[in-house]
C-alpha cells in the first residue's frame, strides 16, 4: 500500500497546491470586518496540503501493509451501510435538528465500523455535533437546523 499511498499523496499535494495558486491569483477584497472570501479554501488547501505530506512521509517509512481490502459482498455492504444512513441524515435533518439528527447518524457509523469500543462511540458521536453545532451557530452566527424539538 504504501506505493499507492506516495502517489495519492502527491495528487493531493498537487492539488492543494493548485488551489493555493488560484488563491493567490485572485482579486483580493480589502474588508475590515472579518475573514474574507478565501479565508476557508486557504485553510482547507493547507489542511489538504499537511495531511498529503504526512502521507507522503508516511507511505516512505512504512513496509507494504499485511491486511487485506475489503473486496467483495463486504465491500458493497458498507458502502450501501454509508449510502442508507446519508440518505437518512438527508431526510432527518430538518425534522429532527442539526444536532440529534448528526449524533444519531455518527453513531450509528461509528457503531457499525467500530463495534469494539462503544464508549468511544457515543463520546464521539455526542462530542462532534456540539463542537461544530457551538462553533456555526455560536461563534459563526450560522443558523443551523433546529427540527421540531428546537435544539
Not at 451501510?81 to 440529534?100: A, N
Amino acid at each position: 500500500m504504501p506505493k499507492r499511498d506516495f502517489y495519492t499523496g502527491l495528487v493531493m499535494l498537487i492539488f492543494s497546491g493548485a488551489i493555493i495558486m488560484q488563491i493567490l491569483r485572485s482579486p483580493s477584497v480589502q474588508d475590515s470586518s472579518g475573514p474574507g472570501p478565501f479565508f476557508l479554501p486557504t485553510i482547507v488547501a493547507v489542511i489538504i496540503a499537511g495531511l498529503s505530506l504526512g502521507l507522503l512521509i508516511q507511505s516512505t517509512k512504512l513496509p507494504p501493509s499485511s491486511q487485506p481490502i475489503p473486496r467483495g459482498k463486504r465491500m458493497w455492504n458498507r458502502l450501501i451501510w454509508i449510502m442508507v444512513w446519508c440518505f437518512i441524515y438527508g431526510i432527518t435533518i430538518e425534522k429532527l435538528g442539526y444536532l440529534l439528527s448528526t449524533g444519531l447518524v455518527t453513531f450509528a457509523l461509528l457503531i457499525y465500523f467500530n463495534r469494539k469500543n462503544w464508549i468511544l462511540n457515543i463520546i464521539f458521536s455526542l462530542g462532534t455535533p456540539l463542537a461544530i453545532y457551538f462553533l456555526f451557530n455560536t461563534l459563526l452566527k450560522v443558523p443551523m437546523p433546529k427540527g421540531w424539538f428546537g435544539f
